[in-house]
């Protein structure tokens, strides 16, 4: 269609020659001029052509090898990062999860030597205060032994003292003796 309708342009250009105004002074429509229009087309667009293909185009289509190659190689690397990155991250993960197992372990640990030490410190205070209360039970006892014979001791030189106060006369000690004792033997029964 393209070479039928460039035919249809030519011919009806040499026919016409006078419709296109070639004698008025458009030397470009004057068909003595054509072969000459026609050479220095060619010329030019060839020229045209030849620069295109050897000077531009090769420079063009390696700007965008280079740019594919580019992105290629920045995909390919985006690619290396997010393994690594995931890499690293299961490698985190894995060192939380060590680190949490261990500090549980830790922990354990250390509630367990706590619990022992309280009982072993525990079990020695427990020792400790029953060796007090024996010892302070024992000197209780010694004391009540030896408050008890104080007292009788006391008791008997004061009811000495008053019976002789009383009476002007003096008392046998081993009868008030006996007295104080028998009477202090049974005020001791009643608080045993």
Do not use: H
């Not at 024992?138 to 009476?167: D, F």
């Amino acid at each position: 269609m393209k070479n039928f309708c460039f035919a249809l342009s030519i011919a009806l250009t040499i026919n016409m020659s006078q419709v296109f105004a070639s004698e008025e002074g458009m030397p470009q429509l004057n068909p003595e001029f054509w072969i000459a229009q026609i050479f220095w087309l060619i010329v030019i667009l060839s020229s045209l052509y030849i620069i295109l293909w050897k000077i531009f185009l090769p420079k063009i289509t390696d700007s965008i090898e280079n740019r594919k190659l580019k992105v290629v190689n920045d995909l390919n690397e985006a690619q290396t990062l997010k393994e690594n990155a995931e890499i690293k991250l299961k490698e985190y993960d894995r060192i939380i999860e060590e680190t949490k197992i261990e500090s549980k372990k830790l922990l354990e640990n250390s509630k367990k030597k706590i619990e022992e030490d309280i009982k072993s410190k525990s079990f020695i205070f427990n020792k400790e205060i029953e060796k007090e209360i024996l010892s302070t039970e024992n000197e209780i006892e010694n004391l009540k032994k030896n408050s008890v014979q104080s007292i009788n001791k006391i008791a008997i030189e004061t009811s000495s003292e008053i019976v002789k106060q009383i009476t002007g006369a003096e008392v046998n000690g081993s009868n008030v003796s006996a007295i104080v004792e028998d009477i202090s033997r049974k005020s001791m029964e009643k608080y045993k």
